[in-house]
């Protein structure tokens, strides 16, 4: 069941975050989770602004994702 409602969060800057050998400052949101059966086995979310992508690609049969 999904309940929808407002968000609220804190916004922190993170340093020394490594995505693929690079160490970045990341900006992230830090919210309280949903129920712990509304979404099992997915520990967070990271979006393609993070990566600083210029272009996403997904191959959802071979379940990979690229950016660049």
Same mark, same amino acid.
């Given at each position: !069941?999904?309940?929808?409602?407002?968000?609220? #969060? +804190?916004?922190?800057?993170?340093? /020394?975050?490594?995505?693929?050998?690079?160490?970045?400052? $990341? +900006?992230?949101?830090? !919210?309280? #989770?949903?129920?712990?059966?509304?979404?099992? #086995?997915?520990? /967070?979310?990271?979006?393609?602004? +993070?990566?600083?992508? =210029?272009?996403?690609? @997904?191959? @959802?049969?071979? =379940?990979? $994702?690229?950016?660049?």
């Amino acid at each position: !069941m999904l309940r929808w409602g407002v968000l609220r #969060g +804190t916004q922190v800057r993170l340093p /020394g975050v490594r995505i693929v050998n690079a160490e970045v400052v $990341s +900006t992230a949101i830090l !919210m309280d #989770g949903p129920d712990d059966d509304a979404l099992p #086995g997915v520990d /967070g979310y990271l979006g393609p602004a +993070t990566l600083q992508a =210029k272009r996403t690609e @997904f191959d @959802f049969d071979a =379940k990979v $994702s690229r950016w660049h």
